[in-house]
């Protein structure tokens, strides 16, 4: 069965940092993009920022300076270092898995459960 698990949310202050997890399972993990999405209470749901498979990265710009992603093929898993968090960085983050790509705004073909990250002012 394919399983992506999203952890690491929490409570955290403006200022703070967190580092979420993505663990992949049941997919061949380094020919898949991952990527992150964020979506908050009666909004949209965003994509954050995502890693092909081949390595090269895209920041949204409201998290661009702020957040590093970053891929251990060996543990299949992906990261999201989360830096200098805000209040409107609060959200359910998710995430996905897309096949042979270098971007992942479009068709992802695997998701996974959020996790929350609640940045208090």
């Known amino acids: 069965d394919v399983q992506l698990q999203a952890s690491g949310g929490g409570l955290v202050q403006a200022g703070g940092s967190l580092r979420l997890s993505c663990a992949a399972s049941?997919?061949?993990?380094?020919?898949?993009?991952i990527g992150w999405f964020r979506q908050a209470p009666g909004k949209e749901r965003e994509e954050v920022s995502c890693?092909?498979?081949?390595?090269?990265?895209y920041y949204g710009n409201s998290v661009k300076d702020r957040f590093i992603i970053s891929s251990d093929n060996a543990k299949n898993t992906v990261y999201l270092q989360m830096n200098s968090l805000k209040p409107e960085d609060t959200a359910v983050y998710y995430c996905?898995?897309?096949?042979?790509?270098?971007?992942?705004?479009?068709?992802?073909?695997?998701w996974g459960k959020g996790t929350l990250v609640t940045v208090s002012s």
């Open positions: 890693i092909s498979n081949s390595g090269s990265t």
């Open positions: 996905a898995a897309g096949y042979w790509r270098s971007e992942c705004s479009y068709g992802m073909d695997y």
């Open positions: 049941g997919f061949i993990f380094d020919r898949y993009a």
